[in-house]
């Protein structure tokens, strides 16, 4: 078929229909040729730059070796869609699945109840970018191409969450034979069983794998991807500040999955699991796909993006910046990160681990709610309005008020740090299923205060029927007998579990059911839902000189088997004297 090369400029913009929801941003990496660079410039074939279109497909060459193919029209075919990624040509290489689109959720023209209709634009900008725009319903969707760069600039904006599926993400659908090494908690390559609900597999030795297993915290990673056997190529996504997701820098959701077809790369936009604010809409997320070497990706500077006329754009000089002198009352076993979050944007900010000085920029202008956190628990609140061009500058937050640890406790199990992670299979829950031979038992001997120890005496994870009744016991002199107040706190629960104690023939109230996600948290590599701290006065008269058991029982009004039982992830134990 004879194809139309535009013109490096002047381009007049093309449309037509289709759909598909998704995001990305990025900029120009170091210079090099094509192979072992970062992001590749401009080459020895930079010349071959441009835009053509065919009846199917508009194509953008990079210039540098990589050839990009963007499905103009709805084709019949279930698994593709108008705006996807048709193909992904590197160094003469595919690494587009062709049975399948790389795209918004299932496809534009799936992203919203009873639209199917999408259009598909490209105009060149300039002498050296290329510009696609997607739109379906109330979203809008870019891709952008520089010349001589193996990036792929991305852009999702939507003034209405899409409500076909309630999240919005980009998957890329890359053959897993040309790229399969991504990680392996997902790959799910050699499993034979199905552990739970259809996304959770096991393999014959017993190891559980599933996409959902990928996650991290969102502050811990600037970038995700999968690189070949060869080690010569990897592709990558590398995020934005992620001020358009929900659920804060702990936010933990699904970034991949290995199949015995795929390599599904998955970049989260926003996501409903696990999640505990409202989805935020009405701002342009912004992330690219990095094309390399294989080592590190570098999204570059990615400002040229303010020239482009993209919707929900928003520049250096639209935005504000918050400075903190400091925090007190730190704990200095601890890393603090300082939030920022209002229905618009969220933000965060690290700590100095010395003085607890913390910068937050290039945040849109509103007021936020402040929280100041010690590993994952919150120590301090307030609020601050940001706005354009400004900066806001905050004295030292004292942060020692709002910390349980500075109770001095008669004893104490575990840590006040808003994590398991100290408890038993601590270090496991965000990898592996509950059930995986690589746990330890999930029913300990009694814990003993002062002979056990939180790592292997106390379970994480508590459920109604796995580990229902825990029993702590501990001694008391006649001198300690007092008025004490037991501390319960959790980080997440499921299905209204709850714990309910019992300290000898002492039985409080049932406790009210903690506000949690709605969806499973526990067994999909997450104990990250609302810290919730239960206190219980106990009087002096229910305590003895001696032996004293406390019984912690998991309670809900709803039921479940095993691991999707009613449950709660712990944070810690304690027992204080009455404040």
Known sequence: MQLTRFPVAGMAALALTTGALMTACGGAPDAGLAAGTKSVRMGAVADTFGLTEDANFYTIDTGAGLVLKIRRLDNGVSTQSAGDIASMVYNGVQY????????????????????????????????????VTVTAGNLTHYYIVKRGVNNVYMG???????????????????????????????????????????????LPNGETRSKHYSNMRLKDWQYIGATNNAGGVGMWVVRDNNE??????????????????????????????????????????????????GGVPDAGDTSFLGSLGLTGYVGAAGRGRVAGVGLSGMDPAYEYTVGFANGTAQYWARADAGTGHFDSTGMLPGTYTLKVYKNEYVVATQNVTVSAGGTVALNTIDVAAGDPSKAVAQWRIGDWDGTPTEFINGAKLTTMHPSDVRMASWVPPDYTVGTSAAATGFPAYQW???????????????SEIANYQLRLGITAAYAGGRPKPQINGWIPANPAASTQPSTRTLTVGTYRGNNTLYTFNVPASELVVGDNVLTLTAISGSSGVKYLSPGY???AVDFIKQP
């Open 96 to 131: 587009q699945d062709q049975s399948r689109g790389s795209q918004v959720n299932s496809g534009f023209d799936y992203l919203y109840t009873g639209v199917s209709a999408v259009n598909v634009a490209a105009t060149t900008v300039g002498a050296d970018v290329v510009k």
């Open 156 to 202: 999702t904006y939507f003034t209405t969450e899409p409500n076909t599926l309630g999240l919005a993400r980009f998957i890329l659908r890359i053959p897993i034979s040309a790229l399969p090494n991504g990680p392996v908690p997902s790959d799910l390559r050699g499993t034979t069983s199905t552990v739970e609900s259809g996304d959770v597999f096991g």
């Open 244 to 293: 358009g997701n929900s659920g804060g820098p702990f936010y933990r959701s699904l970034l991949n999955q290995g199949t015995s077809t795929n390599q599904e790369i998955t970049y989260i936009v926003n996501y409903g699991e696990a999640q505990t604010e409202a989805l935020r809409t009405s701002i342009l997320n912004q992330y690219t796909l990095v094309f390399n070497n």
């Open 464 to 478: 109604k029927d796995v580990n229902g009744t825990l029993t702590v016991r501990f001694k008391l002199k006649q």
């Open 569 to 571: 992830a712990w944070d």
